[in-house]
């Protein structure tokens, strides 16, 4: 089993000095998502699936074009909620995530005010991925080790979400413990893939990662984080 997971292309996060709660991507971003789907036009998918926001729905046009299919949505992929923000001054996130950044290791879990708990989105992202995988014929095997019952070894799915929701899903199945900071642990461009691959073992199967944040088809210029 191979599981594709791609990050949206560059979103416009602030217009005209203002914020943007569900951006579109910007005109590079409409770039990246280009070359991303002709990337991912000479793989074979069983299914291709994204997240509810704009940026990913944006981002995931040129792939499903690619493969002619069509939209299909799956809402537990959605980043994790922040604050409202929309039409303060882009300063107000700027300050925020700053603030963030500077609190003590636990205090980060309870995330920005006004937004959802970085401990209440882990939780989210883990339960919507095990009920996701088990639709998939993919569930974890009672084992002190992470250690998978796969049913269809030979499928292939590709997910267009973002940085926060792919970093916990790939913990989640390399079976790493959690912290309030994966996208900053896991370091993923924009329009970049991240591959997860099922090996096999004595007693079921384990995921390996690779490659991390591939950005081989955008050119140095044109990527962004």
């Not at 943007?20 to 910007?26: K, M, S």
């Not at 107000?92 to 920005?112: D, F, N």
């Not at 989640?172 to 896991?186: A, K, V």
């Not at 099922?198 to 199967?205: E, P, R, S, T, V």
Request: charge should be negative.
């Amino acid at each position: 089993m191979e599981l594709f997971l791609c990050r949206h292309a560059q979103p416009l996060w602030v217009s005209e000095g203002l914020c943007v709660d569900n951006p579109q991507l910007t005109e590079l971003g409409h770039r990246q998502a280009a070359m991303l789907g002709q990337r991912l036009a000479r793989e074979r998918f069983d299914h291709i699936y994204v997240s509810p926001l704009l940026r990913t729905r944006q981002t995931a046009e040129p792939i499903r074009a690619a493969h002619k299919r069509e939209e299909v949505i799956q809402p537990w992929l959605e980043e994790i909620r922040g604050p409202v923000w929309q039409g303060l001054p882009g300063e107000v996130a700027a300050k925020a995530y700053k603030q963030e950044g500077s609190k003590p290791a636990r205090e980060r879990w309870h995330g920005l005010e006004g937004g959802e708990a970085n401990k209440d989105f882990v939780a989210r992202i883990h339960a919507g991925a095990d009920k996701f995988l088990a639709e998939h014929g993919v569930h974890r095997i009672e084992h002190e080790l992470p250690i998978w019952h796969i049913e269809n070894p030979g499928q292939r799915i590709a997910c267009v979400a973002h940085a926060g929701t792919n970093s916990v899903v790939i913990c989640h199945l390399l079976g790493l413990s959690p912290t309030p900071w994966e996208w900053e642990r896991f370091v993923l461009g924009h329009a970049s893939i991240s591959k997860l691959e099922a090996f096999k073992l004595g007693d079921g199967y384990a995921f390996s990662l690779s490659p991390l944040s591939d950005l081989e088809h955008i050119p140095a210029e044109d990527r962004s984080y």
